[in-house]
């Protein structure tokens, strides 16, 4: 796999993105049935999903190969960084820009869906902010809460049932 674009792809997990649309999509029905849907409004959340679910695979690459979770003899899916198709450098780079595209995304959907209601925009932050900082820190830092029993109860808080 020396296709550039195919390693990234592989790094990003696309199989699992619809978990992250799942939820957008039956919010957006919902809303469509009681005559409430905004398709604006469903663009940016799907985004702003599909961005936080890649930034977790990334850190979740990273994470493990630093770790060493992940080693050569790892059995399933290769995983960019321990497999050296892209560098430790690289990673967190694609991270930095991939929280950033999640944030800009974020405040554009927070914009649309609230206006000047600024009470509800500073709480949406502060959940988006968690957002990002439990998709890096599952696997990544000193202490990564996805190595002590604690990622399937974060999956829950961030994804629900």
């Known amino acids: 796999m020396t296709n550039t674009l195919s390693i990234w792809l592989l790094a990003a997990r696309l199989r699992t993105l619809p978990l992250a649309c799942s939820s957008i ?3 957006s029905g919902l809303a469509a049935s009681r ?3 905004d398709g604006t ?3 940016l959340s799907l985004l702003t999903a599909i961005l936080l679910q890649i930034l977790s695979n990334l850190a979740n690459d990273y994470g493990d190969a630093v770790s060493g979770a992940d080693n050569g003899e790892r059995i399933g899916p290769q995983r960019a960084v ?3 198709l892209i560098t430790r450098r ?3 780079v694609a991270m930095a820009l991939t929280a950033l595209a999640a944030v800009v995304s974020g405040l554009a959907l927070l914009g ?3 206006g000047d209601q600024w009470l509800q925009i500073l709480t949406f932050v502060l959940l988006g902010g968690a957002a990002i ?7 990544v830092g000193k ?6 029993g604690f990622g399937d109860i974060s999956v829950f808080l961030f994804f629900g049932l």
């Open 25 to 27: 999509l039956l919010g």
């Open 35 to 37: 005559g409430a849907f």
């Open 41 to 43: 409004i469903m663009a």
């Open 82 to 84: 321990v497999s050296g």
């Open 90 to 92: 690289q990673m967190c």
């Open 112 to 114: 649309c869906a609230f």
């Open 133 to 139: 900082v439990a998709a890096v820190t599952y696997t």
């Open 143 to 148: 202490t990564p809460y996805g190595y002590r």
